[in-house]
């Protein structure tokens, strides 16, 4: 059976040039990157050259590369190692109400340490607005992190504005940008960020290797403490294959982005604009316009997301109904309640999400079997009788 | 020029059955093993089975392994997970002066956040003494943590017996099993333990990819929080590819511990035995019995280790002068300063580890080199002048 993977917010394929320069990695080169001797020194150089890869990536100093093992361990490292530093300036922390939950749930750990949380709301396209993180700004704000885009509706945060705001009063500045980076040009200096989250496994890098770029000069505490590695401020030996592999992705993605850009909406277009037209009472979900590029969101009246994900599933066709991290939890989306969506709509949630081995066949593929699925599980269905 | 790796406690290569077993997640099985779809599902497969490997190499049960992405990381949830659970039972912390950076450092960490350190001390061999613990143990006590085995000097804790004496008085347990797990049997229930942390970079798995144990009903607050992995209890997308290897490592050490004891002892015993008759002024650190069997330790006197190092690795003969992860810090190691080893004679450590692809040609090879370069050095030294 054809397989077509249409998950990618849960994570993209390696590409095949990102496992080729792994590999090395997991053979002869396995030496400590902070030994001494010449097995340490090629690995050392390696990590070397993946941090000025990533940098790169985002227009930041390979100095201000710290590679984490995942986007969560960022964001924890962010929201805690922030909050920490700045504990005697302030205790108060604003975030959006549609951000990951690593953000959510670090906010809520600090909260039990004392910190106190605003949570910014979005608006019906998932929006944040800068007047309203200007309006939650008090003189205990240490620290605003709003995410750049969001995985499960796609749309993406007017974080230059918002960051620009937050900067005029002297206060930290993170943002996830885990859904972003290797999808969108990120510009660290453009948006104006002092931190900010990416994770390999979001653009063909693998799963285990993700990086928080924190400006020269951004006061935070070490999250994992130890030894020296990553100037201290994030120990434990590195996960050199993993970090190589991020390096490679990185690179490629800065040269392909606009490519990958230009072809990937163009697939995500016909979904878009073809599944309404075959499809009643489905809702996209997110910006019409400033959206990843690679996203496309709905809400489908009157049936179960997971129950679609699963006939889905049957066809060869990976989905999700949102978050990875908490799909296996099966809750409605915070992100969709924020968004004001009705909870019985909110219960309809589909997420295809392309990678670039995507093709125009695979969409085709999609437009054909997933209306029929839709009409089975109507008709199944206790909430569709008499519509 | 041959090359000989005898640094892997900074970490081992990678078996080759090891990195056969990560390369399909490399490749072709990129889910996510939080996805309800088939590709998520086959990779949680894979999860689920490296998880009852891992289990297995140390006698607990799967759902008791919480896999995490470095030593350093279990280390860090061990200390700071137990100690907030626990804060309002009491805040003392028992650590000893031969614990690695990580728990010192975390200690350190915790005592910024109003906890309290104690921090037992050692003798010659680096052997805590139970009494010891014993003695420091108040009523504010709500964790130690004792490692189980030294990687810089070999030495294996009498963690059995700390354990009993922690138990009795109803105190958390928690070892540091990075340099032991994999290369000698241990058995969480024989050791009486609440918590251990191992890695797999230790015996034959990637970096990258590392464990802890959480005995069932121990309560632990997450380190890093987010989604819904590992129970809730260490969140993040999961390093696939890493904690399968991890995996199959822990498989292959279950069968092959006793063989690589036996292969790895008698080459040490011949760098322990062969050594000091080649080279005056030598002294074996760490316990001479009660050591791991592919560790072999020593302070030369009258020379820098650093200056070892880099002659050797000249030869392309890898060691180290201490722990990898303070190895560019270039400080006197604090294990050596805790045995009360004289600052002269600890600069002049070095630290022979072997590996299970090392042979007795790559012993016989370091005897010829290494006592020349004793003696060159000596000649060059300020500290020999008239010895």
């Known amino acids: 059976m054809k397989r077509i993977y249409l998950d990618n917010i849960a994570g993209t394929p390696i590409h095949p040039e990102v496992k080729e320069a792994m590999i090395p990695f997991l053979e002869g080169n396995y030496g400590n990157p902070q030994s001494l001797h010449s097995f340490g020194a090629e690995v050392n150089r390696a990590v070397k050259n993946a941090r000025e890869k990533t940098a790169s990536l985002i227009n930041c100093t390979p100095e201000e590369i710290f590679f984490t093992s995942s986007g969560t ?4 490292f962010a929201l805690k190692g922030i909050a920490w530093a700045n504990q005697k300036k302030g205790n108060h922390i604003i975030i959006s109400a549609i951000e990951h939950q ?3 749930h670090s906010a809520k750990a600090l909260e039990r340490m004392g910190f106190k949380t605003s949570i910014v709301p979005v608006d019906k396209f998932g929006l944040v607005s800068p007047d309203d993180v200007a309006k939650s700004i008090t003189s205990e704000t240490i620290l605003v992190s709003i995410m750049l885009a969001n995985s499960e509706v796609g749309t993406i945060e007017p974080v230059k504005d918002i960051a620009k705001i937050v900067k005029e009063k002297g206060i930290v500045f993170h943002t996830d940008a885990v859904g972003a980076v290797g999808n969108i040009p990120v510009d660290v200096n453009e948006l104006g960020v002092d931190l900010l989250s990416l994770s390999g496994s979001q653009f063909y890098g693998p799963k285990g290797a993700a990086a928080l770029f924190i400006k ?31 390096g490679k992705a990185a690179e490629m993605a ?21 599944l309404p037209e075959k499809i ?6 997110g910006h019409p316009e400033n959206r990843l590029p690679h996203h496309a969101s709905f809400c489908i009246e ?5 129950a679609m994900l699963l006939r889905l599933d049957m066809e060869g066709i990976a989905v999700s109904s949102g978050s990875a991290c908490t799909s296996r939890a099966l809750k409605t989306s915070h992100v969709l309640v924020a968004m004001k969506i009705p909870a019985a709509l909110a219960q309809g949630s589909i997420v295809f999400s392309l990678n670039i081995f995507n093709t ?10 997933f209306p029929p699925i839709v009409d089975l599980l109507r008709k199944m269905s206790p909430l569709y009788q008499g519509k």
Chains 1, 2 share one sequence.
């Open 254 to 274: 800065k040269i392909e982005i606009p490519g990958r850009m230009a072809y990937l909406s163009a697939l995500r277009n016909r979904m878009i604009k073809e």
């Open 73 to 76: 361990e960022s964001n924890n």
């Open 280 to 285: 009643k009472n489905i809702y996209v979900t």
């Open 102 to 104: 690593s953000i959510l």
């Open 216 to 246: 020269k000069g951004v006061r935070v505490l070490p999250f994992i403490d130890g030894g020296i590695q990553e100037e201290g401020r994030r120990a434990g030996t590195e996960n050199v294959s993993g970090i190589v592999g991020l």
């Open 302 to 306: 009157f049936i179960e997301g997971e």
């Open 360 to 369: 125009n066949d695979d969409v085709d593929f999609v437009l054909k079997v």
